[in-house]
C-alpha cells in the first residue's frame, strides 16, 4: 500500500528558512547521493510544520535525477496495513522483496510504531536490508528517535546512526515568505500590510497559516472592495471589536461559507462520496489510484460510474497477473508494476517474461562501482585478484573467496566484480546474499518449481554470492550450490564469493563445498591502512560537496577506525556537525567535534597512532598480513597449494 507522491511538494514550493534550513539541506543531499549521504535520514517536526511536504520532494527530485528509481512513499499506518493484509493472503514474502527492491523507501509518520512489537521487528529487518544494499531510507516522525514509546533499541540506534535532523516553527519572515508565495500560486493580490499582519499572528504551524489565508482568499473573492489590514483581523478573529469595514464582518463571511458549503455539497456529494470510497478501498490493498484521484480535481466528471468500473477491471487484471507470477518468481511478484494501473501493458510484458523464464536472478547493486572503492596495502591483492578475473572471466583464479570481517568492503567489491562482469555482451549476472539464495530456494520448493528455479541459475554467466557462510547446516541448498558449482566451473563462468573467515574454518558446509571454496583464490581484506582511509574520506567528501583539503583529509585518515563502515560514521558526523553550525567543515572543526577540543592555530597531530606490519584490531589480539595469503605483488606470480 503505497500513497502517490503530489506534485505541488516539491523542493520549489518548499519555502526555506532558519527553522527548516538544515532539514532541506541534508534532504538535497539525499537525493544528490542516495544511499551514501545520510542514511537513514530521520526527519521531526511537530504537526504541519512540513515534514510530508519535504519527504514528498525528495521522491519526487528523485525520480528526476534518476527516473528508472523505484521510490515508494506511505505512511507507517499505510505499510502495517499493507504487511497484515500481505500475510494473511499468504504474500509475506513477496511483500518484504517488495521493499526491499525500493531505491529510495520514503515513511511518514513512523511515531505510530509505539505499541507495535511485530512491524518494529519487520522495519528493522527492512532497514538493515535497504542500508545492506545501498537504498536510502528517509523516515519523519513528530519527536526524535529516543522520545518515541516503547521503541526498540536497536532501531533507536539504526535511525540515530545517520542523521536526526528537526523542524521547527516558521519564524515571522519565513512565515511572510510562505503567504507570499501561496498566494501567488492562487492569484490573490493583498493590499499592503495583509499579509504581514497573519505572519504576525500565533499560529502554531504552517496548516493554521494556509488556512487563514485561504479565508482571506475567499473572503476577497465574493467582496468588491479589496481587504485590507484591518479587516482580515477582523475575519481572522484577530481583533477583540468587530468594527465596521469595507470588507464586511466576520459574522457575515463565516454564513456566506455556510451558505455556500450547504449548496455546493448537495450536488457534488453522490458522486464525490462514490470515488473517495474506490480510492480508499484499492489504496488500502496497495493500488496506485492516479486515475481516480484525477476525477477529484474536476468539477463534474461525466460517466464516473465507468470510470470507477474500468479501474476495477484493470486491478482484477493486476491482480490475476500478480498471482500468477508469484507462483513463478515471487521476488518478480513483488514489482511496484504490479500495482500501477496506469502501467498495465508493461505489467503484461513483465508477466510474459517470466513465463518463458526470461526472468533474470536478482542483479549486482549500482550503488557500488569498482570505481569508488578505495585500494591500499590493505586489500591489494584482493584488488590484484580482482583485476585477474576481470581480465579473464572463468579462467583464473575460480573461484576468487573475497575474507575479511564486517565493514572492511567486501560486499562493495563483491558487487563492483558483479557490475564490470555485467557490462559484457551477453552477460546474467546473478548477484545476492547467500541468504536470500537459501530463502528463493525455499520458495522454490514449496512452490513445486524447482526446474524453473534451476534453469533461472543456469541461464547465469557468473554466480556471486554474498557471506557463504551462512550455508551452514543447509543441506539441499548446499547440495543445489555444488551442482551450480560443478557446472560453471565446467563451463568456465566466473564464481565470487564473500566470507568473514577462510573456508578451513567454516562450520556446518560439506567438505566437498569447503574444499571447492579454497581449490581457486582466497584473498583477504584487513583493516584499512591509511591509504585506503583517506581514499574514503575523500570520495565521501566529494558525494557530499564538502571541501577536501589536505588537512582535513590526513586528520580523518589518522583517526585510529578498524574498518570503511566506521570511517564512513565519523565523516557523516563532523559533516553533520558543519551543517548545524552553518561553518565550513575543516580539520579544526573536524577535531573539535570527534575530540572536543577547540580548533587551534596550529596543526596538532593525534594521539600518535601509527601502523606497522602488524594490524592491531580494536575487538583484540593481533593480526598478521600473513595471515591468509603471501606478500607477493602479483597473485599470479605464486603458486597456490592444493588443500590436502
Known amino acids: 500500500m503505497t500513497t502517490a507522491l503530489n506534485p505541488k511538494f516539491t523542493f520549489d514550493s ?48 528523485a525520480k528526476k535525477v534518476a527516473p528508472g528509481f523505484n521510490i515508494e512513499y506511505l505512511t507507517l499506518d499505510e505499510y502495517v496495513e499493507a504487511f497484515h493484509a500481505a500475510i494473511a493472503a499468504g504474500q509475506g514474502d513477496a511483500f518484504r522483496r517488495r521493499f526491499q527492491n525500493v531505491d529510495v523507501l520514503l515513511v511518514d509518520d513512523v511515531q505510530f510504531l509505539t505499541g507495535r512489537a511485530e512491524m518494529q521487528t519487520e522495519l528493522l529487518r527492512l532497514t538493515e536490508v535497504l542500508q545492506g544494499t545501498g537504498h536510502q531510507i528517509v523516515l519523519t516522525c513528530d519527536r526524535p528517535p529516543g522520545e518515541i514509546a516503547a521503541l526498540d533499541e536497536r532501531l533507536i540506534s539504526r535511525f540515530s546512526g545517520g542523521l536526526v535532523v528537526d523542524m ?39 496548516r493554521e497559516l494556509m488556512g487563514a489565508l485561504n479565508r482571506l482568499i475567499a473572503y476577497q473573492a465574493v467582496n468588491e472592495t479589496p481587504i485590507n489590514a484591518e479587516a482580515a483581523k477582523q475575519v481572522l478573529g484577530l481583533a477583540s471589536v468587530a468594527a465596521a469595514t469595507g470588507g464586511g464582518s466576520a459574522d457575515e463571511f463565516a454564513q456566506f461559507v455556510s451558505d455556500v458549503t450547504v449548496t455546493v455539497g448537495k450536488a457534488v456529494e453522490a458522486w464525490r462520496s462514490r470515488v473517495a470510497e474506490a480510492i480508499l478501498r484499492w489504496e488500502g490493498e496497495g493500488y496506485r489510484t ?54 498495465m501493458p508493461e505489467a ?41 578475473v576481470l581480465a579473464q572471466p572463468g579462467k583464473k583464479y575460480n573461484p576468487l573467496l573475497l575474507v575479511g570481517r564486517s565493514g572492511l568492503g567486501k560486499t562493495h567489491l563483491l558487487n563492483a566484480v ?15 546474499s547467500t541468504q ?11 512452490g513445486n518449481r524447482m526446474d524453473w528455479w534451476r534453469a533461472r541459475y543456469r541461464r547465469a554467466t557468473a554466480l556471486l554470492l554474498d557471506d557463504i557462510h551462512l550455508l551452514a547446516g543447509k543441506e539441499r541448498t548446499q547440495e543445489e550450490l555444488f551442482n551450480l558449482f560443478n557446472l560453471f566451473l565446467d563451463q568456465e563462468r566466473q564464481l565470487v564469493f564473500t566470507a568473514p573467515t577462510p573456508p578451513g574454518a567454516f ?92 580548533p587551534v592555530g596550529e596543526r596538532r597531530r593525534t594521539s600518535g597512532f601509527r601502523t606497522s606490519g602488524i594490524v592491531v584490531s580494536s575487538a583484540g589480539g593481533v593480526r598478521s598480513r600473513e595471515k591468509m595469503v603471501w606478500d607477493w605483488p602479483e597473485p599470479s606470480d605464486r603458486v597456490l597449494e592444493e588443500s590436502r
Open 14 to 61: 518548499f519555502v526555506v528558512g532558519a527553522a527548516n534550513r538544515l532539514a532541506v539541506t541534508a534532504a538535497r543531499t539525499v537525493v544528490e547521493n542516495p544511499g551514501s549521504a545520510y542514511n537513514p535520514l530521520f526527519i521531526y517536526s511537530g504537526s504541519g510544520l512540513g515534514k510530508t511536504h519535504l519527504l514528498m520532494a525528495i521522491g519526487s527530485q
Open 168 to 206: 521547527g516553527v516558521p519564524d515571522y519572515e519565513t512565515r511572510v515568505a510562505i503567504l507570499r508565495r501561496k498566494a501567488e500560486e492562487r492569484g490573490a493580490a493583498f493590499q499592503p500590510g495583509v499579509l504581514e499582519t497573519v505572519a504576525g499572528a500565533d499560529f502554531v504551524n504552517v
Open 290 to 343: 492516479h486515475r481516480l484521484e484525477a476525477l477529484l480535481e474536476r468539477d463534474a466528471p461525466a460517466a464516473v460510474d465507468e470510470a470507477i468500473t474500468s479501474f476495477v477491471k484493470d486491478v482484477e487484471r493486476l491482480k490475476a497477473l500478480e498471482t500468477e507470477v508469484a507462483a513463478l518468481d515471487p521476488q518478480a511478484a513483488g514489482q511496484s508494476i504490479f500495482r500501477d494501473p496506469e502501467h
Open 348 to 388: 503484461e510484458e513483465a508477466a510474459a517474461r517470466v513465463r518463458e523464464g526470461a526472468g533474470p536472478p536478482p542483479a549486482p547493486s549500482p550503488a557500488f562501482p569498482l570505481a569508488q572503492f578505495a585500494a591500499g596495502a590493505s586489500n591489494q591483492m584482493a584488488m590484484s585478484a580482482v583485476a585477474a
Open 418 to 432: 558483479g557490475l564490470e562482469l555485467a557490462q559484457r555482451r551477453g552477460a546474467i549476472v546473478a548477484c545476492l
Open 436 to 446: 536470500d539464495f537459501v530463502d528463493e530456494l525455499i520458495a522454490a520448493i514449496d
Open 507 to 598: 562450520q556446518g558446509i560439506e567438505p566437498r563445498i569447503a574444499s571447492r571454496l579454497g581449490s581457486g583464490l582466497v584473498a583477504e581484506l584487513t583493516e584499512p591502512d591509511r591509504d585506503v582511509r583517506r581514499g574514503v574520506a575523500e570520495r565521501l567528501l566529494v558525494q557530499l560537496h564538502q571541501p577536501t583539503e589536505a588537512a582535513l583529509l590526513d586528520y580523518l585518515a589518522d583517526r585510529p577506525v578498524d574498518s570503511v563502515r566506521a570511517l564512513t560514521t565519523l565523516v557523516q558526523r563532523v559533516v553533520g556537525a558543519a551543517t548545524a553550525k552553518e561553518q565550513p567543515l575543516s580539520a579544526g572543526l573536524a577535531r573539535e567535534e570527534l575530540e572536543g577540543q577547540a
